[in-house]
């Protein structure tokens, strides 16, 4: 299948000074992430402390990103919690508001749960939330879930829900899976979770990415797809590779928030809730690496 | 310090045939459990499928065990969710109801953070309980949290919050591990995940257990606990020991619960939510070896 690679973002949450979300700081953020080239959002994914929010401050935030401005139709938010009804809730919400399809974590308190329990999982939110233009993207981080999303699990989602299912996040970091689960399912949108795979990504038939280092580099992560089979494509992936390796040395989400707030020249984007901690001046000198190499992050 | 051990149950919950909590069935096992010799329970741990509950489905469900006649001081309901926002209203609900204490997981979902972000995690939501009766007992499971409790943690936290921190469940099964949070900290309730470490346990001034097959075998847990140090002790450990290795050996939750249907008489008991599913007919004949030996569970 031929489809038009993108970059989406899993957009970091600012917070305030008292801890809640800034919501001001968030529409800002995301406006000046599709203005530098990005085609759309993933917030509250991983990197965005999503799972740091109560369901109550990520539908507010979510609203807050439609009603200051940003099209839902470039919004992939992330809905998986670990109680049903959670899952169920952000989702419905997500749908009502309008955005393009969800990305849906598993359960995942629970270590070493059968497939079955998974699937049957996944069902109960789809049955729940029962509407046929939901667009639903499986996420598999299992270093984080504890729970992967397995190649026969994704077999049964799309026999049962053909027209549901719609993708998937590999943030496992194999490419090998990655490329296995794109060349099993090309009806399906694979993303990877890092830009240095698009080139593979995209020659395999994938869907491009969804990557953290996004937050700091849109324009040139787009720059790179848009140059993809272009004489300067080896140069657009060392700069974009370049960026990444700093913050794949660092504690990434803080060192993600760090780097935004040196770019926007407002350290109050560097806040982050517990059991992060910022990353203050022991990685100043690498983040201000990141953010030189990344350069003006501008429209394409 | 000399304690009176104890055995806590992480009671299961039941659940209607529409996947709703079913409160009567709550109320009639935790009464059960408190008349075969249980000193106390603590609802919503891991056992409990608590991860896989609403915020509000926890509340209910709490509400409806202290109104359906269970004394609050005998309950220790777990409170720990990856957002800090939840983890505040489950606790600061569960002291409002006068509940002895909360069991608290670490925010669960990120992996590999820092121990200055768990500390602040608990100090985040102790500060913002605000009750200087608030007794929290950490949890320590970190095969499903990733998130280990570990002894200069628990030092930190003893130094900041010394009348708050009341004790520790290790569910990690290790009893070097145990062993050392006992005599680090003897000021504080230890105890063990499994009726098979209690006399060592209490040998060493540890507080008892909190154990998931405590939900088929109260009584016998009870007879071992009041038993120690007298002449039928090594037949009252081997009789709760075989119990639980036959547990060991099966999908623990799901076990549990058709052990606990098998007992009632009442196979709804059985019923589990996503991620788990029923163990069904493969495991029927190690489960009801399992409820023979248990036996009665009869008022000690």
């Known amino acids: 299948m031929t489809r038009r690679p993108e970059v989406f973002v899993p957009a970091i949450t600012p917070f305030a000074q ?24 993933a ?9 740091s929010l109560s369901v109550a401050e990520r539908m507010a935030a979510l609203e807050a990103l439609v009603e200051g401005g940003i099209d839902p139709a470039v919004l992939i938010p992330g809905t998986g919690c670990c109680a049903a009804a959670d899952t169920v809730a952000l989702t419905a919400h997500a749908r009502g508001l309008g955005c393009r399809g969800v990305l849906v974590l598993p359960p995942f308190y629970y270590k070493g749960v059968p497939e079955d329990g ?17 667009r639903l993207y ?33 943030s496992s970091g194999s490419w090998d899976n990655t490329r296995a689960v794109i060349e099993a399912f090309p009806q399906i949108d ?13 020659a395999a038939g ?33 700069q974009v590779s370049a960026v990444r390796r700093i913050f794949e040395g660092l504690p990434l989400i803080p060192a993600i928030k760090a780097a935004v707030a040196r770019q926007r020249g407002d350290m109050a984007f560097a806040r982050v809730r517990p059991p992060f901690v910022e990353t203050g001046a022991a ?18």
Chains 1, 2 share one sequence.
């Open 18 to 41: 008292d801890g809640s979300v800034d919501h001001a700081r968030f529409i800002a953020h995301a406006k000046g992430l599709l203005t530098a080239g990005a085609h759309g959002m």
């Open 43 to 51: 917030p509250f994914g991983t990197t965005s402390e999503a799972n």
């Open 118 to 134: 998974v699937f049957a999982a996944y069902a109960e939110v789809i049955e729940a939330v029962a509407d046929a233009g939901l």
């Open 138 to 170: 499986l996420y598999h981080i299992p270093q984080m879930s504890g729970v992967p999303i397995t190649l026969s699990l994704i077999e049964r989602l799309l026999k049962a829900y053909p027209g549901t299912i719609a993708g998937l996040k590999d």
């Open 190 to 202: 694979t993303y990877s979770a890092s830009e240095s795979l698009i080139p593979k990504n995209v």
């Open 206 to 238: 994938g869907a491009g990415c969804i990557s953290a280092s996004a937050n700091v580099n849109p324009a040139g992560i787009r720059r790179l797809i848009d140059g993809l089979g272009i004489e300067g494509e080896g140069a657009l992936l060392e």
């Open 283 to 300: 990685h100043e000198a690498a983040i201000a690496e990141a953010v030189r190499l990344a350069g003006p992050q501008v429209a394409p």
